[in-house]
């Protein structure tokens, strides 16, 4: 499978307990991004990568959140201290920026429950 | 605020028949819009885009319409089959931000 994966599919934690996600992209891709939806929603951007540069992050990004790509491969997106309000699903995408053109291409997503 | 707009949560059309989808949008600094389809527990999968340069594309039943003037897209679907019910985003992005911004996504149930 050549697709975006993303693990685990499902987290439940406690509040106040840290999580951390992990991201997988298409092989070739060079940028990957992260992304925050609710239900009734659509997906919110959070932050995005060209290669292991962290190049925008949201203002839905708060000093909770942290997300990294050391290798400008895989991505990994920890939140501490979880709230409730925390609970969603995160979704990751990836692209290849060519030619102005930008098509993501999305993972399955994480689903986190914060109880 | 939304920048994107969805203003339909849900849409029924018969099989066969052309479903249509719309968008609308504020940012006038958008220069890329892409359609998305979603399942229940997946991610969103990409199904067209179009770029600010020009008004229409198409990829075999979809077709994407741009009026710049209306700030305004809408997505066809022709014929409608019942695989295509699912749930619509219209995304876009521009003005130097790379990310998306999505609408609330519009529910597309194709009746038998």
């Known amino acids: 499978d050549t697709g975006v994966s993303q693990n685990p599919r499902h987290k439940i934690t406690k509040r106040g307990q840290n999580v951390t996600f992990r991201c997988d992209p298409i092989?070739?891709?060079?940028?990957l991004y992260w992304y925050r939806q609710t239900l009734g929603q659509g997906p919110e951007f959070l932050t995005y990568?060209?290669?292991?540069?962290?190049?925008?992050k949201s203002r839905l990004l708060s000093d909770r959140f942290s997300a990294e790509r050391p290798k400008g491969s895989f991505s990994t997106l920890e939140i501490q201290r979880t709230e409730q309000g925390d609970s969603a699903m995160y979704l990751c995408?990836?692209?290849?920026?060519?030619?102005?053109?930008?098509?993501?291409?999305f993972g399955p997503g994480t689903r986190l429950t914060v109880l | 605020d939304q920048q994107v707009k969805q203003n339909s949560p849900s849409l029924s059309v018969q099989e066969g028949r052309i479903s249509i989808l719309n968008c609308d949008y504020t940012?006038?600094?958008?220069?890329?819009f892409l359609w998305y389809k979603k399942y229940p527990a997946e991610g969103p999968t990409f199904l067209i885009s179009?770029?600010?340069?020009?008004d229409k594309n198409e990829d075999g039943r979809f077709t994407v319409f741009l009026n710049k003037s209306a700030k305004h897209l809408s997505l066809h679907i022709v014929p409608s089959q019942p695989g295509d019910s699912a749930v619509y985003f219209c995304?876009?992005?521009?003005?130097?931000?790379?990310?998306?911004?999505f609408g609330k996504g519009t529910h597309l149930i194709i009746q038998p």
């Open positions: 995408a990836s692209s290849l920026l060519a030619g102005g053109i930008n098509e993501q291409f």
């Open positions: 092989s070739e891709h060079n940028r």
């Open positions: 990568f060209q290669n292991e540069a962290q190049l925008e």
């Open positions: 940012n006038s600094m958008f220069d890329y």
């Open positions: 179009i770029s600010s340069i020009k």
């Open positions: 995304a876009a992005t521009g003005g130097g931000a790379d990310g998306l911004t």
